[in-house]
């Protein structure tokens, strides 16, 4: 009770739902905060990546993926301050020295993949053409050229996997060299063939890093 001039005032005891809602007020506030500093998104993406909550790239962006890794992070926190409270960036040190448990057990793999927009489809065909068959591409070779390098988009991504725990381990597999499939498949034509006799392909292989 709190006794106030002119009577006695009661103390009104804060609901579960205040509390939540204080609580939820000031970590959007947080967020708002990193959202708009590159610097402490970088910082986080990296502290949420390490302790396996965020399984994308390293950015200074705040994108759904990360909103998504600090949605799950504080979950996490939130869960163990009832009996044991620490800070954000307590949680994810600890959880960073424990190896990393905000996740799953096995390392991060992302696959990148390079989509060709048509101009830039077309200019690659035309450079080729012209430096293995010492002329400009037709309009059905550009076509024909530029869905065979849709067609590998696939085959020529490259994976990033990702090691966990505070001292990451990235390892990069390249995809399909594009440039060198279309290549290899110009050069195979019988205009190809006949242009190697002049030079056009050896050349153009030199150019590339692969004659001989």
Same mark, same amino acid.
């Given at each position: 009770?709190?006794?106030?001039?002119?009577?006695?005032?009661? $103390?009104?005891?804060?609901?579960?739902?205040?509390?939540?809602?204080?609580?939820? @007020?000031? /970590?959007?506030?947080?967020?708002?905060?990193?959202?708009? @500093?590159?610097?402490?998104?970088?910082? /986080?993406?990296?502290?949420?990546? !390490?302790?396996?909550?965020?399984?994308?790239?390293?950015?200074?962006?705040?994108?759904?993926?990360?909103?998504?890794?600090?949605?799950? !992070?504080?979950?996490?926190?939130? *869960?163990?301050?009832?009996?044991?409270?620490? *800070?954000?960036?307590?949680?994810?040190?600890?959880?960073?020295?424990? %190896?990393?448990?905000?996740?799953?057990?096995?390392?991060?793999?992302? #696959?990148?993949?390079?989509?060709?927009?048509?101009? !830039?489809?077309?200019?690659?065909?035309? @450079?080729?053409?012209?430096?293995?068959?010492?002329?400009?591409?037709?309009?059905?070779?550009?076509?024909?050229?530029?869905?065979?390098? $849709?067609?590998?988009?696939? $085959?020529?991504? &490259?994976?990033? #996997? /990702?090691?966990?725990?505070?001292?990451? #381990?990235?390892?990069?597999? !390249?995809?399909?060299?594009?440039?060198?499939?279309?290549?290899?498949?110009? &050069?195979?034509?019988?205009?190809?063939?006949?242009?190697?006799?002049?030079?056009?392909?050896?050349?153009?292989?030199?150019?590339?890093?692969? %004659?001989?």
């Amino acid at each position: 009770m709190v006794v106030k001039k002119g009577g006695i005032t009661p $103390k009104v005891a804060v609901s579960e739902e205040q509390k939540k809602s204080n609580t939820t @007020s000031e /970590y959007t506030e947080f967020l708002s905060v990193v959202a708009k @500093s590159p610097a402490l998104i970088t910082g /986080y993406s990296k502290l949420l990546k !390490a302790a396996g909550y965020y399984k994308g790239k390293i950015t200074d962006k705040y994108t759904p993926a990360l909103q998504k890794a600090f949605s799950a !992070a504080e979950e996490a926190r939130l *869960s163990i301050s009832a009996v044991r409270p620490m *800070s954000r960036d307590s949680f994810l040190q600890e959880t960073i020295d424990l %190896g990393g448990t905000g996740g799953d057990s096995g390392p991060t793999t992302v #696959t990148n993949v390079t989509k060709y927009k048509p101009e !830039a489809a077309q200019q690659l065909v035309n @450079s080729i053409i012209q430096d293995t068959l010492g002329r400009k591409a037709t309009a059905a070779e550009v076509k024909k050229y530029s869905a065979m390098l $849709k067609a590998v988009e696939g $085959k020529a991504a &490259s994976t990033t #996997t /990702y090691g966990k725990g505070a001292n990451q #381990t990235q390892t990069t597999m !390249a995809g399909l060299n594009e440039q060198q499939y279309l290549v290899d498949k110009i &050069s195979g034509t019988d205009e190809g063939k006949a242009n190697k006799v002049l030079g056009f392909y050896e050349t153009f292989m030199n150019a590339l890093g692969g %004659g001989r």
